[in-house]
């Protein structure tokens, strides 16, 4: 067994965990100026922003707010950030909100101490250090970015990756108290992404014992926790939260694949959110791996408790609870429920088999004609 890894070098988890906000600067000796990277609502709203504002000036921190964060961030508004950041000499970068504004405050982080446009740093690029530290503290149940080297950033119809080992945060706070404030359907979607990163992991070419763990854990907390943590128990809540970071642990050792890059064009083109675009090709992917990767889907069948010898009733069985979950949470069932036209098919496809590596990462790689196969039985099944 090979693997290496890097994680923040603090992490706080539980209701109220916020408060140790100032210790932990002090401690990790985050100082100075920082810039705090939120969007446009939900930190001003709900107070959070000024209760931010005061842990961080309570410890002599200068506080510069940044609230431009849309979904899907934009290279601009990330560009903006970095130039602000660059101006007022910032010292480190803190991102609350979902993944897309901990990605805007990754890039950022990139940004400021590094010269020319955020294109140039996208992968394949190797980012040099020195690089500002990051505090994350996520809000959703979802993108994982808070443990992970990754952030995605949107141009056009297309997303990019930032893939560094310094862009991990130095400092994560999951506060799950913060979740009384999600919305139903955000919860829902956010944990399709979590529980898809657990499962694309297991079959990447880089998945690991390690890794296997995180995402045994992060799948079967998300089946046991999904419908209370929807309808608002707190502590249902608090345990997707916790599944969506164990994924993202999981992804930081392996990666994504194909649900992923296939998701990518519908919620570029049609708004479609991040986690319900995964969650309309999971069904599919997991046929796939049943089909194309038995053993593997025999192995995972055992990690999660199913005892059988053959793939197609493990694949099955998880399939059935996600569709018991879709039911239940009221999601679309395919990509014609969700709005997205016929004429779009051979377009989604072609958009999800051109990101190569989530392709060829995959322990059996999809030829075109099986993602167009894919995407047509995710349109009606
Ligand atoms: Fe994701």
Redesign the pocket.
């Known amino acids: 067994m090979f693997f290496s890894n890097s994680l923040p070098r603090k992490i706080f988890f539980g209701r109220g965990s916020l408060e140790r906000l100032p210790e932990a600067l002090r401690e990790l000796e985050l100082t100075g100026r920082a810039i705090l990277v939120t969007g446009r609502h939900f930190a001003r709203k709900s107070g959070y922003l000024d209760k931010l504002c005061s842990l961080m000036r309570f410890v002599g921190v200068d506080v510069i707010v940044y609230d431009k964060v849309e979904p899907n961030p934009s290279i601009e508004i990330v560009e903006e950030g970095g130039r602000i950041a660059r101006e007022k000499g910032v010292d480190f970068v803190v991102g609350f909100g979902g993944?897309s504004a901990i990605d805007t405050a990754k890039g950022i982080a990139v940004l400021a101490t590094h010269n020319g446009g955020l294109e140039e740093y996208f992968y394949p690029a190797k980012i040099e250090p020195p690089l500002l530290p990051i505090v994350a503290i996520p809000t959703t149940c979802?993108?994982g970015s808070e443990v992970t080297r990754y952030a995605i950033i949107s141009k056009g119809f297309r997303k990019y990756t930032i893939l560094s080992e310094l862009i991990v945060p130095t400092l994560t706070i999951l506060d799950s108290e913060v979740l009384k404030y999600l919305a139903r359907d955000i919860t829902a979607h956010t944990a399709m992404?979590a529980f898809?990163?657990a499962l694309e992991s297991y079959y990447h070419i880089n998945s690991c014992e390690f890794s296997e763990n995180f995402a045994r854990d992060a799948i079967i907390i998300f089946f046991e926790n999904l419908r209370d943590a929807v309808d608002g128990d707190m502590g249902s809540r608090e345990k997707i939260f916790y599944a969506s970071m164990l994924a993202g642990l999981a992804i930081n050792l392996a990666g994504?694949l194909f649900v992923?890059s296939l998701g990518y064009y519908i919620t570029q083109k049609f708004g479609i959110p991040?986690?319900l675009a995964?969650m309309l090709f999971l069904r599919q992917f997991i046929e796939y791996a049943a089909e194309k990767m038995p053993d593997r889907t025999i192995a995972l069948g055992r990690l999660l408790g199913l005892n059988s010898v053959s793939s197609e009733i493990v694949s099955r069985t998880i399939i059935n609870k996600l569709n018991d979950l879709i039911e239940y949470l009221d999601l679309p069932r395919n990509l014609k429920e969700a709005g997205i036209p016929h004429s779009e098919l051979f377009t989604i496809a072609e958009h999800g088999f051109s990101y190569k590596r989530n392709i060829e990462n995959c322990r059996k790689p999809p030829t075109s004609e099986e993602i167009q196969e894919i995407v047509k039985k995710a349109y009606l099944s």
């Open positions: 993944g979802g993108s992404d898809s990163h994504t992923h991040h986690g995964n």
